[in-house]
Each structure stands twice: as structure tokens, then as C-alpha cells.
């Protein structure tokens, strides 16, 4: 099954609610992420950035965060973990369009974005915390790239699959993610028969008792 399919049959609840019952209780995030450019759903693998707030003149501006894009994959999803900061909007039209050049699917931005409206001209999914309308130049720049990063104290590992819709975020480590994905995917069959099931009558405990699922 490749990435569009289970984008439209997973989500991010049934996701983190695997990932809890095998031990892994801290993959998604609680902070608010706005779906910018009204896609409301993203899913891909993790191409990390690491961001700094600066308050000098840039001697090199732009640099990694260019080579990140430039060497953005098909089926990534660029992170950019940048504190949430608000200092300036880190991401935009040209970088939206050069990374979707590369085979990027969408982005997540712990911080703030701008170009908005054409942005969601090009139906680039954008995740972000804030909107902001100031350049990155002098502001903020890439300090790392493809290193593990960490938003709301979850990681991100680069070639981890990551997912993000109205609910939030939750990342799903490489080491376990065939595992994740079936279990995933087997919960989301037992959901529907409940759901089936509590439409045609039953009781929400008599469901729960008999299938396990809530």
C-alpha cells in the first residue's frame, strides 16, 4: 500500500492510539498545528531541519535551508523545528514551490509561514504554528539538517513517517512502522464495525464489551 492510500485510510488519532498501546506514549504533539493552505491532511517521510533565532547580519543567508529543499526526496515532508518561534514566517511560496519540484508532499513548521494565499494557489500542504509576515533574512536560519529534531518533545528522525491532520501530529519511528501501519489499519476496520454497529442501536458499553474498541 503506498503513501496516498494509507493517507486516506489512516489518521492521527488511530495512529497515536497504536503507537500508545505498544509503549510508545509520547509520539504526538499537543500543540496546535493550523492546517494553513486548507489540506487537511498530510503524510510522508520526515526531512529534517533545525532552525535558530539570529539578531546579527546572516554572512551566508538562506544557505541550508536551500541545500534542505534542494535535496528534499518524493514523498518527503520537510520539519522544520524552529522552536515556534515568531520572529518571522521561515517558509513561503518559493520555497513551497522548489520543494514540491524535489518531490515534496507537504511541510510542517514549528514557527511561522507567509505567502499563504499562494501557497494554497498550489495546494502545497502547509502545517504550521503561526503566520508572519516578515522575511527569515537576519531573523532565523537552518543550523542542521537530516538530524533528528525534536517539536513538543517528540522526535523527528529523518526516513520517519510522520502524519499530520486536524487532530495534530504523530510520527511514527522506522523501526517500527510495518508493525504500526497493520495495527493501524486493523483498528481502523474494528472502529467501523463498532460505529456500524452503535448507528444500528447498541449501547456504547455493550459495544465496547463486545468489540474493545472506543
Excluded at 513561503?92 to 514549528?110: D, K, P, Y
Excluded at 518533545?153 to 511514527?172: L, N
Aim: hydrophobic share 40%.
Amino acid at each position: 500500500m503506498n503513501l496516498n492510500e494509507l493517507k486516506e485510510r489512516l489518521y492521527v488519532a488511530v495512529v497515536s492510539d497504536v503507537l500508545d498501546q505498544m509503549g510508545y506514549t509520547h509520539q504526538a504533539t499537543r500543540i496546535p498545528f493550523n492546517a494553513y493552505t486548507g489540506i487537511p491532511k498530510l503524510m510522508g517521510r520526515c526531512k529534517t531541519t533545525l532552525w535558530a533565532d539570529m539578531y546579527d547580519v546572516d554572512p551566508n543567508p538562506y544557505d541550508l535551508e536551500l541545500k534542505a529543499v534542494d535535496s528534499c526526496q518524493p514523498g518527503d515532508v520537510l520539519i522544520a523545528a524552529a522552536g515556534g518561534s515568531d520572529r518571522s514566517g521561515i517558509w513561503g511560496e518559493l520555497l513551497s514551490t522548489a520543494a514540491q519540484n524535489s518531490g515534496c508532499v507537504g511541510v510542517i513548521i514549528h514557527g511561522g509561514v507567509r505567502d499563504i494565499d499562494k501557497m494554497r494557489a498550489m495546494q502545497f500542504p502547509v502545517f504550521a504554528t503561526s503566520r508572519n509576515p516578515y522575511d527569515s533574512q537576519n531573523r532565523q536560519r537552518v543550523i542542521d539538517m537530516d538530524v533528528t529534531v525534536e517539536i513538543d518533545g517528540v522526535r523527528f528522525s529523518p526516513g520517519d513517517m510522520v502524519m499530520a491532520d486536524e487532530d495534530g501530529i504523530v510520527v511514527i519511528p522506522k523501526a517500527i512502522e510495518q508493525e504500526v501501519i497493520q495495527a493501524a489499519l486493523n483498528k481502523v476496520s474494528a472502529e467501523n464495525v463498532t460505529r456500524d454497529a452503535i448507528k444500528n442501536g447498541m449501547k456504547a458499553t455493550e459495544a465496547y464489551l463486545k468489540f474493545g474498541i472506543l
